[in-house]
């Protein structure tokens, strides 16, 4: 029986600072160098030689500002501000690599779909098929007063909001232009045929639309779809949109039951268990024995900031820890900020009373992520376990020092992971992420998913000719 390949994602964010927070600090980092398309293109290149499936690129909208009632401290230590728009660098790398894949966060809460779609396409042109849409919802009130609104919508109605947005993205992509309308026949002077550019019409109970879509068909038309959502609410989204999703990797075994949910969860949709994949967050910290990765280890804990880390807490739980003293117990307290992560520290933890001191003892490298530390034997160890009793796909694969951790994963640890036989040698030579993620000929949604359902079918009529109806 062959053996599970493992999946990786770099991820990553268009900052200085994304999880694990100080490390800019450290003499050896060039994440202060995230302005420089060199310093991206680059990464590409060393992630493809790694044969990693795609660069995930997180991005928030809006500034932590919970933590001691301001920004200053996210300002002082980087905490994901300054920060760029991640889709802008994409095509630089993309022109660099030929098979690597792009994941692309955008908030659909402040996009408008209509253009937001365009978008897409267009980078699923440039990309030739290898993009894809982390979809996020948001969860800072800073973000709604900088979109004009008084505080951001509440959590549920955010997801309604999303599913009523997906409608149409959805329409824009899969129905709007059939698969023949563009020709581009010179002679006959005919580029589209405008028979088969349809109109799309949507009047939902958020969004309304009458338009063609701007962009002719992309080589995917609907980019990969990629969720990150655990509270209830999020699950169900995720088991009827995602293709692949990310959880926090906490705890293998309440990683396990969570993924068991999600594939439940598909199952109730119509789709197979198999059509999400599944990857776990993890900080790596490889030397070429343990010994030398305990003493990188040390050496990167001490430019860490553990103030940085429970400033972007705060803002995720919505809850200031600064008015905590550090052996009081953190209440639960319900607020529109990330669920999942107001749902960790509520008294149902599995991992008991929260306090100050137990978030602030996580945060060894300025991230609630415990790094593992190890030789590369060590390393494949843990990545295979996790494979085998959390029953993850893969793992999104944190970076610490810019470029040296990655660069040390694909130069330690990949070759221990292709020798075990449970990474790839090279990649699927098919074009588009979503094949080389599902396999050949799956460039586009499977017809059991939720998007598919809207596309525009071309019947042939009794008598021969074409007719044109709706799905």
């Known amino acids: 029986m062959a053996k599970k390949k493992i999946l990786l994602n770099a991820f990553n964010m268009n900052a200085v600072g994304h999880i694990n927070h100080g490390l800019w600090t450290h003499p050896r980092d060039r994440s202060a160098h995230y302005t420089d398309l060199d310093y991206w293109t680059s990464l590409a290149q060393t992630l493809e030689r790694g044969k990693f499936d795609g660069i995930f690129l997180a991005d928030i909208v809006g500034v932590y500002d919970v933590y001691q009632g301001g920004p200053d401290t996210p300002l002082r230590e980087s905490v994901q501000i300054p920060i760029n728009d991640p889709s802008l660098i994409v095509p630089a790398m993309a022109h660099v690599t030929k098979h690597i894949?792009?994941?692309?966060?955008?908030?659909?809460?402040?996009?408008?779909?209509?253009?937001?779609?365009?978008?897409?396409?267009?980078?699923?042109?440039?990309?030739?098929?290898?993009?894809?849409?982390?979809?996020?919802?948001?969860?800072?009130?800073?973000?709604?007063?900088?979109?004009?609104?008084?505080?951001?919508?509440?959590?549920?109605?955010?997801?309604?909001?999303?599913?009523?947005?997906?409608?149409?993205?959805?329409?824009?992509?899969?129905?709007?232009?059939?698969?023949?309308?563009?020709?581009?026949?010179?002679?006959?002077?005919?580029?589209?045929?405008?028979?088969?550019?349809?109109?799309?019409?949507?009047?939902?109970?958020?969004?309304?639309?009458?338009?063609?879509?701007?962009?002719?068909?992309?080589?995917?038309?609907?980019?990969?779809?990629?969720?990150?959502?655990?509270?209830?609410?999020?699950?169900?989204?995720?088991?009827?949109?995602?293709?692949?999703?990310?959880?926090?990797?906490?705890?293998?075994?309440?990683?396990?039951?969570?993924?068991d949910d999600i594939r439940a969860r598909a199952v109730s949709f119509g789709r197979a268990p198999d059509d999400i994949k599944i990857f776990a967050g993890i900080t790596v910290v490889v030397g070429e024995t343990e010994r030398a990765a305990q003493e990188k280890f040390e050496e990167y804990r001490r430019y860490a900031s553990a103030e940085g880390g429970i400033a972007h807490f705060s803002s995720s739980t919505g809850i200031d820890f600064s008015q905590y003293e550090l052996d009081e117990p953190i209440s639960y307290v319900k607020t529109e900020s990330m669920q999942s992560a107001v749902e960790a520290i509520s008294k149902k933890s599995v991992s008991g009373v929260w306090t100050k001191r137990k978030v602030l003892e996580q945060m060894t490298l300025g991230g609630r992520a415990k790094p593992v530390v190890g030789s590369p034997q060590q390393i494949a160890d843990e990545l295979v376990s996790w494979i085998e009793e959390a029953g993850v796909d893969g793992f999104n694969l944190t970076r610490t020092v810019m470029p040296e951790s990655f660069e040390d994963f694909v130069d330690l640890v990949v070759p221990e992971l292709q020798n075990r036989g449970v990474y790839k040698e090279d990649y699927d030579p098919a074009p588009t992420l979503r094949e080389k993620l599902f396999g050949g000929g799956r460039a586009r949604l499977p017809e059991v998913h939720a998007g598919a359902q809207h596309r525009r079918h071309t019947p042939v009529a009794q008598n021969g000719a074409r007719s044109t109806v709706d799905a």
């Not at 098929?129 to 979809?135: E, F, L, S, T």
């Not at 698969?179 to 581009?184: F, I, K, L, P, T």
Request: net charge negative; proline share 4%.
């Open 101 to 259: 894949g792009f994941g692309v966060t955008s908030n659909l809460t402040y996009e408008p779909p209509y253009l937001f779609a365009r978008r897409m396409s267009t980078l699923d042109h440039l990309t030739k098929g290898r993009v894809g849409w982390n979809i996020v919802t948001g969860y800072l009130d800073s973000a709604a007063r900088g979109m004009g609104l008084a505080q951001q919508i509440s959590h549920d109605d955010r997801y309604d909001r999303a599913d009523d947005y997906m409608d149409v993205v959805y329409k824009l992509w899969e129905q709007s232009w059939e698969d023949d309308a563009v020709v581009r026949d010179r002679e006959a002077r005919i580029f589209s045929h405008p028979d088969k550019v349809h109109r799309v019409k949507h009047d939902g109970p958020y969004y309304s639309i009458d338009a063609i879509h701007l962009s002719e068909p992309s080589p995917q038309r609907t980019p990969v779809l990629y969720q990150a959502g655990s509270s209830s609410r999020g699950v169900d989204f995720a088991a009827r949109h995602a293709e692949c999703v990310f959880v926090g990797g906490q705890n293998k075994q309440l990683t396990r039951s969570i993924v």
